[in-house]
């Protein structure tokens, strides 16, 4: 496998169930995160994507959201050295217009730092596949406008337009997980997941642990992607 992604859903829960703030399970899934980038390091996945905040998010309460903010920020400032010294890439996809100027320039300047690294973190905030997508076309239509002969570049008029999503060098997931119990995408890669394998665990995402990890690996590799085709 070479690119996992994961919609890390439950950190509300999590924290509700013991009486502690939402904030404090969403700390408790920062850490996570960093335990789930070592299982794929270590199983040989180049490729992270997670989903940290999504363009519906921005209807939870103030609180929330300038906490999950105030997390972000605070988790780029704090993992810079760690990242860097583990190769460890780090990129962004998503609405960044929507996202505060300070936040915007710490994570270009993170991008920047990380750029060589040869694992690539790719965190989706304030993301949606559906703004992605929308986004993606008018671009397609501002460059379709100036120079139509662009698309005989590309393999194919797919390959053409997605060119101009956030993350156009990046493969598909090959495995999404979603945590939590939810079974829905809740608007996570729409472009991306065309052919993705998923799987669902009820574990809530700060409990996600390596035995989650391997039983989700476990059944991917049982599962037969035939794209289509037929494989016998
Ligand atoms: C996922 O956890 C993280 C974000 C959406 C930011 P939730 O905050 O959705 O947790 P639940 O689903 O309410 O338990
Ligand atoms: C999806 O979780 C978004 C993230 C994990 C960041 P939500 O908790 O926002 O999704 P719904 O509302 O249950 O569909
Ligand atoms: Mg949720």
């Not at 009820?202 to 049982?222: G, R, T």
Request: hydrophobic share 40%; net charge neutral; charged share 30%.
């Amino acid at each position: 496998m070479n690119h996992l992604a994961v919609i890390m859903d439950g950190n509300g829960r999590w924290a509700e169930k013991r009486h502690l703030p939402r904030l404090m399970g969403h700390r408790a899934g920062a850490e996570a995160l960093d335990r789930c980038m070592h299982y794929c390091k270590a199983a040989g996945i180049r490729y992270l994507t997670v989903y940290a905040f999504s363009t519906e998010n921005w209807k939870r309460s103030q609180e929330e959201v300038s906490g999950l903010m105030k997390l972000l920020s605070s988790y780029i400032s704090s993992k810079e050295k760690t990242l860097v010294k583990e190769g460890v890439r780090f990129r962004v996809i998503g609405r960044r217009s929507d996202l505060s100027e300070k936040l915007q320039k710490e994570i270009a300047a993170l991008e920047e730092k990380t750029k060589a690294g040869d694992f690539t973190l790719i965190v989706a905030l304030s993301y949606g596949g559906r703004d992605e997508i929308v986004r993606a076309a008018l671009r397609f239509a501002e460059e379709y406008g100036r120079n139509s002969s662009f698309i005989a570049q590309h393999a194919s008029l797919e390959a053409a337009f997605g060119s101009f999503l956030d993350a156009p060098d990046v493969p598909d997931p090959d495995l999404i997980i979603r945590t939590s119990g939810e079974c829905r995408t809740s608007n996570f890669l729409l472009w991306e997941s065309a052919y993705s394998e998923y799987y669902f665990t009820d574990a809530l995402w700060p409990d996600f642990d390596q035995a989650e990890f391997d039983k989700a690996l476990e059944s991917y590799s049982k599962r037969e992607r035939r794209m289509g085709g037929r494989l016998k």
